[in-house]
């Protein structure tokens, strides 16, 4: 398997507002695995989810977690 390098030229903007997710509210995207269930039918696990957030120069962007993993996900506006 041949993996790709990538340069980064896009700095990660500096000032991100944190914004308290309060506990019990609902994800905007939940992640999901396809697996096989004990009985061997097909089932799609929950292993993630994403909750929108804004910048305090307004930009949106979203977490992503998955399990430990936190991820901050933004639109590509690059032309």
Known sequence: MEVEEVE???EVPAKLEKVEVQ???????????????????KVLRR???MWKQTTKDGRDYYV???GD???????NDRE
């Open 64 to 66: 992503l977690r998955i």
């Open 8 to 10: 980064i030229e896009e």
């Open 47 to 49: 292993v993630g989810a």
């Open 69 to 75: 993993l936190r991820l901050l996900v933004f639109k």
């Open 23 to 41: 506990k019990g509210s609902r994800p905007e995207w939940v992640v999901l695995q396809p697996d096989v269930g004990q009985n061997g039918e």
